[in-house]
């Protein structure tokens, strides 16, 4: 990357590909979040299920043939 002297603006091109650059990271990295936090959801809801067997106090749909919690 070549170096411009201080106080000189950069060039049109180069702030473009640079905007276009950090909206890709953003995206990119925005893509992979929800997938993360899906995880870590659907992972609480099979604890909470499997609580639910040991402990019949814990609300449970009774028409679910399956008995998954809700």
């Known amino acids: 990357m070549v170096r411009r002297p201080p106080g000189k603006p950069r060039c049109q091109k180069t702030q473009r590909e640079d905007e276009i650059h ?31 067997q040991h402990e019949p106090e814990h609300e449970r749909d009774v028409n679910d ?6």
Not at 31 to 45: C, I, N, V, W
Not at 65 to 70: E, K, L, M, R, S
Request: net charge neutral; charged share 45%.
């Open 22 to 52: 950090q909206r890709d990271r953003r995206q990119e990295h925005a893509e992979k979040r929800p997938e993360r936090e899906h995880q870590t959801g659907t992972l609480a809801k099979h604890e909470e299920c499997a609580r639910d």
């Open 65 to 70: 043939p399956n008995g998954t919690c809700h």
